[in-house]
């Protein structure tokens, strides 16, 4: 019994590592998807499967130490079920692209649901936390110096993430959007990376340097047989 609790935590383990790895802003979202739990609990099922199946025809993979038998078959059947559920049988031509039929279709779909529902969930309040953020951020004034350093207050950001942010502040900066929704879709790319936590410290440290000055108020005119404040009344002749 300790070896299929073994094996099932394993197989779990990978799957909510997966899933995480999607969604690194907010990973607590995918607790109340649905598809999330049945993803996580295939992959476990898959992982027990493998082991009854090992334990049944006696695989014991030319370990003869009944010590170490119990746990190679637990290895075998945690890492085994992932590679075999993640294959494809074989690829069929649909249109322009090339889909895999096989084990992974099942997970693909999964996969699938649990970013529409995350993003159902998350879009409204990631809006709104973009907004709150970045208000009275300059696009023009932070698009170097806010990446740079949310990049710097990281330390695993890998090399293929840092290229990607910089390409997609690159294609904002060429766009024909204003300011101000530039800024707003930097704030967006950032938090995907570091979170909305990082971001707004960032943008804390670096508000004298990266928020737009505060326009000064107009003064009205003076109407009609009134003078201008200031101006002192005229003498009497």
Same mark, same amino acid.
């Given at each position: 019994?300790?070896?299929?609790?073994?094996?099932?935590? /394993?197989?779990?383990?990978?799957?909510?590592?997966? /899933?995480?790895?999607?969604?690194?802003?907010?990973?607590?979202?995918?607790?109340?998807?649905? %598809?999330?739990?049945?993803?996580?609990?295939?992959?476990?099922?898959?992982?027990?499967?493998?082991?009854?199946?090992?334990?049944?025809?006696?695989?014991?993979?030319?370990?003869?130490?009944?010590?170490?038998?119990?746990?190679?078959?637990?290895?075998?059947?945690?890492?085994?079920?992932?590679?075999?559920?993640?294959?494809?049988?074989?690829?069929?031509?649909?249109? &322009? +692209?090339?889909?895999?039929?096989?084990?992974?279709?099942?997970?693909?779909? *999964?996969?699938?649901?649990?970013?529409?529902?995350? #993003?159902?969930?998350?879009?409204?309040?990631?809006?709104?936390?973009?907004?709150?953020?970045?208000?009275?951020?300059?696009?023009?004034?932070?698009?170097?110096?806010?990446?740079?350093?949310?990049?710097?207050?990281?330390?695993?950001?890998?090399? +293929? &993430?840092?290229?990607?942010?910089?390409?997609?502040? &690159?294609?904002?900066?060429? %766009?024909?959007?204003? #300011?101000?929704?530039?800024?707003?879709?930097?704030?967006?790319? *950032?938090?995907?990376?570091?979170?909305?936590?990082?971001?707004?410290?960032?943008?804390?440290?670096?508000?004298?340097?990266?928020?737009?000055?505060?326009? +000064?108020?107009?003064?009205?005119?003076?109407? &009609?047989? +009134?003078?201008?404040?200031?101006? /002192?009344?005229?003498?009497?002749?």
């Amino acid at each position: 019994m300790t070896g299929y609790l073994v094996t099932i935590s /394993l197989s779990c383990l990978v799957g909510v590592a997966e /899933l995480v790895s999607r969604y690194r802003d907010r990973p607590v979202a995918l607790l109340r998807v649905v %598809s999330t739990w049945v993803y996580v609990l295939i992959n476990g099922g898959a992982g027990a499967a493998s082991l009854l199946l090992m334990r049944t025809y006696g695989w014991k993979f030319g370990v003869h130490s009944p010590s170490v038998v119990g746990a190679t078959q637990v290895l075998v059947a945690s890492l085994g079920s992932m590679m075999v559920f993640r294959s494809a049988v074989f690829t069929v031509r649909v249109g &322009d +692209e090339d889909v895999a039929v096989g084990p992974s279709t099942l997970l693909t779909s *999964l996969l699938a649901a649990a970013d529409r529902g995350v #993003d159902r969930m998350q879009a409204s309040t990631r809006a709104e936390v973009a907004g709150q953020i970045m208000r009275g951020v300059s696009f023009k004034l932070a698009q170097l110096a806010l990446p740079t350093y949310c990049l710097g207050l990281l330390q695993n950001v890998s090399a +293929e &993430d840092q290229q990607a942010l910089r390409t997609a502040v &690159d294609a904002l900066a060429g %766009s024909d959007m204003t #300011d101000r929704q530039k800024a707003l879709n930097l704030g967006l790319l *950032l938090m995907n990376i570091a979170g909305p936590d990082v971001l707004r410290a960032a943008v804390r440290t670096l508000a004298d340097e990266i928020r737009k000055p505060p326009e +000064e108020p107009e003064v009205p005119g003076p109407r &009609d047989g +009134e003078r201008p404040a200031g101006q /002192l009344p005229a003498p009497a002749p």
